[in-house]
């Protein structure tokens, strides 16, 4: 995650790059490869993950009232925190993870709340970011207006994975509760595998990292197969493959984006 506008700043939304042209040759195959096999095709409950509520981790209030739109989302958002890959893999860490990024959020950001619908810690802790997207995504034909990707925070749910992923892959199991999280969302929503896209496809930013993003079609494939529904080909857009192309793939600079000491 980069620094972004708040949600009641409008902006354009951006063009999309196409994931085929950008996706493609061995650097996504390896990175697809360094995950096990049973992470990517597991069994999957239509019941979803287990969420873990905002109240249950500790959330403070919402400066104001969330607002909840009319409308479904059209596509899943999917980022990186850009913090420490850190080894603590327990529900302790994850809950201070969540307190964390809502403190730098409202505090430092002056959101109304966190900006994410979702978090999914490195231990694959699954937690609601801002309040009411879980009671939202339980209904299936609402949402809750965010802050996490310039031009789709009312038409996307965004997720947040703990970690940086410019260089390493996500542990096996936070990938896998990933997967799960997209296909619940997928299934409550009506919405294809085909709509899961990375920060970068919207906004200038490196955001989820070169490793996460280039298993993203990875992640389509095991949504898809968790949904049992066949996987469509990607849109093409040749207007923003010939931007991409003249401009290259923008770069972040911020490694971790939460303050030292604040996530205790």
Request: hydrophobic share 40%; charged share 15%; proline share 6%.
């Amino acid at each position: 995650m980069t620094l972004r506008a708040p949600h009641h700043q409008p902006a354009p939304a951006a063009g999309r790059y196409t994931r085929r042209s950008v996706l493609t040759g061995a650097f996504a195959l390896a990175t697809a490869a360094a995950l096990p096999v049973a992470a990517a095709g597991r069994a999957y409950s239509a019941a979803g993950p287990d969420i873990i509520a905002c109240a249950t981790w500790g959330a403070r209030a919402a400066s104001e009232p969330v607002v909840v739109l009319a409308n479904r989302p059209e596509r899943i958002v999917v980022h990186h925190t850009a913090t420490a890959n850190v080894t603590d893999y327990t529900k302790q860490r994850a809950f201070a993870l969540a307190r964390a990024i809502q403190t730098y959020h409202m505090d430092a950001q002056g959101w109304i709340d966190t900006g994410q619908h979702f978090t999914v810690s490195r231990g694959a802790f699954v937690m609601e970011g801002r309040h009411s997207s879980l009671a939202e995504l339980r209904t299936g034909t609402r949402q809750v207006r965010a802050a996490h990707c310039v031009g789709q925070n009312t038409v996307s749910i965004g997720i947040e994975n703990e970690g940086t992923y410019t260089s390493e892959t996500p542990p096996a199991a936070q990938y896998a509760a990933l997967a799960d999280l997209c296909a619940h969302i997928c299934d409550q929503y009506g919405l294809p595998a085909s709509e899961i896209y990375g920060h970068r496809d919207f906004n200038a930013t490196s955001c989820p990292g070169d490793r996460l993003y280039a298993l993203l079609p990875t992640l389509r494939k095991a949504v898809a197969t968790r949904l049992g529904t066949p996987l469509s080909e990607p849109e093409e857009d040749p207007v923003w493959d010939l931007v991409r192309q003249a401009t290259g793939r923008p770069a972040a600079t911020l490694g971790e984006y939460l303050p030292a000491g604040l996530l205790r």
